[in-house]
């Protein structure tokens, strides 16, 4: 059914008359009543009693107008939404983030994205290493605040900031008195290491740090979140070389201490797809700068 038809039904019905109707319309009489003709030809019935008084509705006209305004204020409505989620206001937001940046980064984020942005549905689903990738790949999350950033040629890559590399290690540790740790003091001790998932091992921030020093970490252990690195540190089984933002999240008994002439960093990334084109990304992006610049 022609929705247009269904305004001119509607207002000769609120009018009871052609030419009154018209008017409000803007056109001239003979072609509404044409189109009135051809709505009662579709629904099979008469929508008017015609007399001098005017038009008055029949049952199944009067049947047809609680629901032709129904529709017309869910057609209203639809392209008010659809102009709103096209202008950034309304919509839904899916945020994925990595562990290390939990309390680093949501704490300041959220807040930020709840004012810029208060028609949004927002969700936030944790990604790890493995993860990210694929979450953002089939759509399940619409961006992801990553650390490093991903290397993928469908996925989109806007740098926010970096964290510097720190020591993580049990409080007990003899290293653990220093203020500063100098990297010649890593050599030979057992490291527990978090390779990027995209690259090979042998690529990492980590391992690029230590071999510019000389160091030779011998790996106990790979795994794939900060939060297990942390829990093999705590249970004494080697130490960890983490972005400073990790001893947010560090439980008690995990010190963190700055490596002595080691300036190398870690990148937070936004990433989302390339084919990507809501509006929302571009507001994420400038309210994941402002909660960076915070931390």
């Not at 984020?109 to 694929?134: H, K, M, N, Q, Y």
């Not at 540190?233 to 008690?252: D, F, M, Q």
């Not at 870690?266 to 990507?276: K, P, T, Y």
Request: net charge positive; glycine share 6%.
């Amino acid at each position: 059914m022609d929705l247009r038809r269904l305004r001119y039904f509607v207002a000769v019905a609120e009018a009871r008359s052609l030419g009154k109707a018209a008017e409000r319309l803007r056109m001239a009489q003979p072609p509404l009543s044409v189109q009135i003709r051809k709505l009662e030809a579709e629904i099979g019935a008469p929508l008017f009693h015609r007399g001098t008084r005017g038009m008055d509705l029949t049952e199944a006209g009067q049947a047809l107008l609680a629901r032709a305004s129904e529709a017309m204020a869910l057609a209203a409505d639809g392209v008010e939404a659809a102009r709103a989620v096209a202008a950034g206001k309304r919509g839904r937001l899916s945020v994925g983030y990595m562990f290390v940046l939990a309390n680093a980064m949501l704490p300041r984020l959220i807040p930020e994205l709840r004012r810029s942005v208060p028609g949004v549905d927002l969700e936030f689903a944790e990604l790890s290493a493995s993860t990210r990738e694929a979450r953002l790949l089939d759509r399940s999350v619409t961006v992801a605040l990553c650390m490093p950033a991903i290397n993928h040629p469908e996925i989109q890559v806007a740098r926010i900031g970096a964290q510097p590399f720190m020591l993580a290690m049990p409080i007990r540790s003899p290293l653990a008195r220093l203020a500063a740790v100098p990297m010649a003091r890593l050599q030979g001790r057992p490291l527990i290491a978090l390779p990027p998932p995209e690259q090979d091992p042998a690529s990492s921030a980590v391992a690029a740090l230590l071999r510019r020093h000389q160091v030779v970490m011998p790996i106990m252990s790979r795994v794939e979140t900060v939060h297990s690195a942390m829990s093999l540190v705590l249970a004494g089984e080697g130490l960890a070389i983490l972005p400073a933002c990790a001893r947010l999240g560090a439980p008690r008994g995990i010190v963190f201490r700055p490596l002595r002439d080691a300036t190398d960093s870690l990148d937070i990334a936004v990433c989302w797809r390339r084919d990507s084109h809501s509006p929302l990304i571009g507001t994420f992006l400038k309210c994941a700068e402002k909660a960076v610049a915070r931390m």
